[in-house]
Structures are given as structure tokens and as C-alpha cells.
């Protein structure tokens, strides 16, 4: 199974950016979460959304700016980012679950099964 993120760049605050993460190599498993890291900083969870039904669950610091959205024929999942701020800046990882499991469980980096290559998010001030 392999992930490709795509997506990041550099945007002004207050503005908008869509990552993407294709699955492909095998099935695509229960959920698809979205993970941010900035320097010098431990990894943090932003979103997660499950393939089947499509429930979402979202750290605070993003909700309410950030949407996570899944597109099963193309096995892709969309975060929609509005409302950018300068502490948005990081390198955003898309990561796999395969087995299901309860939702919120899903903030934990160390449940998830494959993980993206990164894409760089950069928020100007």
C-alpha cells in the first residue's frame, strides 16, 4: 500500500489550501487521518475520516477551519484548510488505518498502518 500526499505550498494567512492523499497499491483500509509536524515540534494529529460513512473527528485547534472528505471511487482524501494561520505551518502526513477502530482512538499516530511521504504547508504572516 502507498500514499501520496500532494498539495502544500506557501499561502498567506487567512488563506486556503487543499491537500490530497491517494491510497493505491491495495484496499484502503477503515479511516484516513491527517498528522502535522512543525520544527522542533512532536507530531500532532489535525483530522481523521472514515471510508465507510464518512465520520469525522478533528483536533480543537483546527476545527471549524479544516475539513476532512474522503472520495472512495478515486480512493483519495481531501483537507480542505481555510482560515490559514502562521502556526499551521508544518509538514502535513496523510496515514492509513486498516483495521476499524473506535474514531477518537485515531489522534494516536501509533495506530495507523501506513503513512504518506509529508507536504510542506507553509503560512505567511
Known amino acids: 500500500v502507498q500514499l501520496q500526499a500532494s498539495g502544500g505550498g506557501l499561502v498567506q494567512a487567512g488563506g486556503s489550501l487543499r491537500l490530497s492523499c491517494a491510497v493505491s497499491g491495495g484496499t484502503f483500509g477503515s479511516s484516513m487521518g491527517w498528522f502535522r509536524q512543525a520544527p522542533g515540534k512532536e507530531r500532532e494529529f489535525v483530522a481523521v475520516?472514515?471510508?465507510?460513512?464518512?465520520?469525522?473527528y478533528y483536533a480543537d485547534s483546527v476545527k471549524g477551519r479544516f475539513t476532512i472528505s474522503r472520495d472512495n471511487a478515486k480512493n483519495t482524501v481531501h483537507l480542505h484548510m481555510n482560515s490559514l494561520k502562521p502556526e499551521d505551518t508544518a509538514v502535513y502526513y496523510c496515514?492509513?488505518?486498516?483495521?476499524?477502530?473506535?474514531?477518537?482512538?485515531?489522534?494516536?499516530?501509533?495506530?495507523?498502518?501506513?503513512w504518506g511521504q509529508g507536504t510542506q504547508v507553509t503560512v505567511s504572516s
Open positions: 496515514a492509513l488505518r486498516m483495521n476499524r477502530i473506535v474514531l477518537t482512538y485515531l489522534a494516536n499516530a501509533d495506530y495507523y498502518d501506513y
Open positions: 475520516v472514515r471510508w465507510s460513512g464518512g465520520v469525522t
